[in-house]
């Protein structure tokens, strides 16, 4: 509760206390501005906030973990960063992902299976704009299997 003057120049009619409910979260310069806006215009003490001691610890501590398991775990972890054949793979799952639809099942957020309104389930919509999760996964399998497929071409 803010009690404003009862007697001067910013006196206050009726003298009741304006009161600040604390509903939902609330921080330090809500207050503070709340506390300003109803007292008389003056020259109020700023806030001021301490330095925050935990953070530069937490960053402290953090960084030299890092530096120690990088450290540590350096000879083990650079032959797998290396290995050309692990790279190799990881490009090969997602370009099939991405040019499959991944992408725009990501963005639009589609269901992955949906009801065919007699108990089964529809693993391709219909239409031209629809599309279901489970198609991504169907198309990158269609074309994995292309890969390893003859070749034939006509005379």
């Known amino acids: 509760m803010l009690f404003p003057p009862t007697i001067g120049e910013h006196a206050s009619a009726d003298g009741q206390p304006i009161r600040f409910d604390f509903l939902g979260p609330q921080n330090a ?3 503070h501005a709340w506390i300003q806006r109803h007292l008389p215009p003056g020259n109020y003490p700023q806030l001021a906030r301490p330095f925050n001691w935990s953070r530069l610890f937490t960053t402290i501590t953090i960084l030299v973990g890092i ?6 775990a350096y000879p083990y ?3 797998v960063i290396q290995n ?3 790279w190799a793979g990881v490009s090969l799952i997602l370009v099939l ?3 499959s639809g991944h992408m725009y099942n990501h963005i639009r957020k589609v269901p992955y299976v949906s009801g065919n309104g007699k108990g089964g389930i529809t ?3 219909g239409g031209f704009s629809n599309q279901l999760g489970i198609e991504t996964q169907i198309i990158a399998a269609i074309c994995k299997l292309a890969d390893h497929l003859p070749v034939r071409v006509p005379l």
């Open 29 to 31: 310069d809500g207050i």
């Open 67 to 72: 530096f120690t398991f990088g450290t540590v």
């Open 77 to 79: 972890i650079l032959p």
């Open 84 to 86: 050309r054949n692990l």
């Open 97 to 99: 992902m991405f040019t």
């Open 123 to 125: 693993y391709f919509a």
